[in-house]
């Protein structure tokens, strides 16, 4: 059985979970390679076309800084992402910069500095940005600066707020159904400014009725 299969069917054996979670590009001895030593125009280019990759396909992009994680802290936190199907790769600024350029992605300049590790988040986005945020409580020193969802840049607390999004289902059958209590309910419970809150609301409302318009 070949491992190349459809991306969202064969998301768990395809090589991009493999080689965002477990190879020596996403380990913490090679994120101190990428951030702090000079690499070759050829490795330079290899991890762009692999950025590139990522972004293409992925629903949201979870920003973080990693510095302090432990070695197997990383390997908990892509164990516990790689189920939901999601991956943690530790990046190069200015590459992910040039990649989400290619992409004609926003660049969020403010989220990409210092050590900064990426979650590319190709399942359901509620259950992966609560992963993120979960582990970031627990271990007291993930910080998880903001993301991407699809072409809207979002803060820490945009992604909190998607993590008490309800599943894909029903927040489509709500966006359809026109029914505004659930989304006020969860205004008043999340702090932050509202604006921020509501422009995460949108951005996942428009990538919710995308495939169902094409």
């Known amino acids: 059985m070949s491992l190349r299969v459809g991306w969202r069917e064969g998301f768990l054996l395809s090589g991009r979970l493999r080689r965002s979670s477990g190879d020596s590009r ?24 692999d950025y590139l990759d990522h ?5 949201l992009i979870i920003i973080a800084d990693y510095r302090g994680l432990t070695v197997k802290q990383l390997q ?24 989400l350029r290619e992409a004609g992605k926003p660049i969020p300049d403010d989220l990409l500095t210092g050590t900064t590790a990426v979650s590319y988040c190709f399942g359901e986005i509620p259950a992966i940005a609560k992963a ?24 820490a607390e945009g992604v909190r707020a998607l993590a008490d999004l309800p599943p894909r289902e029903v927040l489509l059958a709500r966006v359809v159904g026109g029914l505004q209590a659930p989304i006020s ?20 409302r428009r990538q919710l009725e995308e495939p169902a318009a094409a």
């Open 76 to 99: 908990d936190l892509r164990r516990t992402l790689a189920p939901l199907q999601a991956s943690f790769q530790v990046t190069k600024n200015t590459l992910l910069k040039r990649a």
């Open 185 to 204: 309910g969860l205004v008043t419970v999340l702090s932050g400014p509202l604006r921020g809150l509501l422009n995460v609301l949108e951005a996942r």
């Open 26 to 49: 996403s380990d913490p001895d090679h994120g101190k390679g990428v951030e702090g030593l000079a690499i070759t125009r050829e490795k330079k280019q290899e991890l762009v076309a």
């Open 132 to 155: 993120m945020g979960d582990y970031a409580r627990a271990s007291n020193i993930l910080q998880i600066k903001g993301g991407l969802l699809g072409n809207q840049i979002i803060t």
């Open 55 to 59: 972004v293409n396909h992925a629903k």
